[in-house]
């Protein structure tokens, strides 16, 4: 898998560089690679800089850790490797806290999984095929293959330097990113960026194998891909990528591939899984709602909040989650239109985002009518959730607060006093109660 979306001119010169390659240098042969790999200097060097990026990644506490989710990760990771035990390789299934939809090995066996791709994906097939596709890059030794024909390549540009002008997206997401950039830029050139489409395309088909053997059904693959295929954010998902195989393409020849017994899941079974995987994940979206909203990703926050609805509608806690992220959706539409999913829009809107702040935009957006509209109609959508959360549960504080703020935001001043007091006495200890102390003075004195 690749990060992609917050890589400027570095990594697409690195990418450059990679997919420039003749093609002896990035097909591997992997029949007995583990019998084989015989670990050098080079390879040596690479493990230790992974090492102290794993502790790292632990102690800035970028690490999702809830002990429901380790062991379920655990599980199913465990599963597909089996008995596989190799050379300087640890397996660790771990979840990132980070909302864009991706994951990555290490290849020490360390799999990191972000928390907005466990978000967007449907069932525990899905699940079982990404590790796979991981787990086969870690025992194909693709990482120091890699790293050993292009080093010198990478080292070429410098990437140290170049990445010291560069500035990651705020929070987590950047956290997790710029580590991996300070501490082993090998790392980053080379597993998150820079596999060859070879070794990719052998990662989905042997992953597609290794999950299938463990019980799990096969077509998890091509309906991971499917699930990736939502472009919620309209972003740009490949403008970096173009040497790596394309979500349509990897779509095409997993199914392909699929054997014509292959067990398929009936729709009913397929239903029942959705719902078992997103129940282990409910704890998992909610904090990925919150990630996401952060980022200012609010899509994608609507998106999985709605799911949560869907799969229990009478939580207080999940209908507080859709309030607060329409509330922060402000002048948006929820879903993308055709036309903002063109690629000349896409374009567009990601200059927008480079250059302006959320604030700035939705100010832009709120001087259109269509800004406005949205900006009602999720206003509205936002107040009704809101208080459904409050029925559903009237000692519901973070809702107060989220309700205080809308009407705040619509100027209903009184309203809006009244749910900031009413949170401050639900929640007198919480870790903001400070600051919305403030903003109910400061509100009442607009009111004299
Ligand atoms: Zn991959």
């Keep these: 898998m690749n990060i992609k979306r917050v890589f400027p001119v570095v990594l697409l010169a690195i990418s450059l560089i990679l997919s420039s390659l003749p093609i002896s240098a990035r097909s591997v042969a992997h029949a007995d690679t583990e019998e084989k790999f015989v670990f050098g200097k080079v390879d040596q060097e690479l493990l230790e800089e992974i090492k102290l990026l794993d502790e790292r990644f632990e102690k800035e506490g970028v690490v999702y850790h809830h002990p429901g989710l380790d062991a379920y990760l655990n599980r199913v990771g465990m599963a597909i490797v089996a008995d596989k035990k190799l050379e300087n390789v640890e397996w660790k299934f771990r979840a990132l ?187 998992v979206d909610r904090h990925n709602v919150e990630l996401a909203i952060n980022e200012g990703r609010f899509r994608s926050a609507v998106f999985v909040s709605q799911k949560l609805v869907n799969l229990r509608p009478e939580s207080s806690e999940n209908v507080f989650y859709l309030a607060e992220s329409y509330r922060t959706l402000g002048p948006r539409n929820a879903e993308l239109t055709d036309k903002q999913l063109s690629s000349g829009a896409k374009k567009k809107a990601a200059k927008n985002r480079a250059k302006r702040t959320l604030e700035e935009q939705d100010a832009e957006l709120l001087k259109t009518p269509g800004g406005q509209e949205a900006w009602k109609a999720n206003s509205e959508k936002s107040e009704q959730l809101f208080l459904r959360a409050i029925e559903l549960n009237r000692f519901n504080a973070s809702a107060r607060r989220g309700l205080g703020m809308l009407y705040e935001k619509l100027n209903r001043k009184d309203d809006a006093a009244n749910q900031y007091a009413a949170y401050l006495e639900l929640a007198p200890n919480a870790i903001d109660t400070e600051r919305i102390r403030r903003r109910l003075v400061v509100l009442k004195e607009s009111m004299k």
Excluded: C
């Design 97 to 283: 806290r980070d909302p864009i939809p991706n994951a990555f090995a290490l290849p020490n066996g360390s799999i990191y999984i972000n928390t907005g791709l466990l978000a967007l994906l449907d069932d525990e097939n899905q699940l079982a095929a990404v590790l796979a596709h991981e787990v086969t890059h870690v025992s194909e030794r693709h990482t120091y293959l890699r790293n050993r024909s292009v080093r010198k390549k990478v080292l070429a540009i410098n990437i140290i330097s170049t990445i010291g002008n560069w500035h990651p997206v705020a929070g987590s997401a950047g956290l997790a990113i710029s580590l991996i950039a300070n501490i082993s830029p090998f790392m980053l050139a080379l597993s998150i960026l820079g596999y060859s489409r070879d070794q990719e395309k052998e990662a989905d088909l042997e992953g597609m194998k290794m999950a299938s053997t463990a019980g799990f059904v096969p077509a998890g693959m091509p309906n991971s891909f499917k699930s990736m295929q939502k472009d919620i954010e309209g972003e740009q998902l490949n403008s970096f990528y173009s040497d790596h195989p394309k979500l349509q393409e990897r779509i095409n020849y997993t199914s392909t591939s699929l054997a014509a017994d292959a067990r398929k899941l009936t729709d009913d079974e397929a239903k029942t899984a959705k719902d078992d995987y997103l129940a282990v994940m409910e704890l």
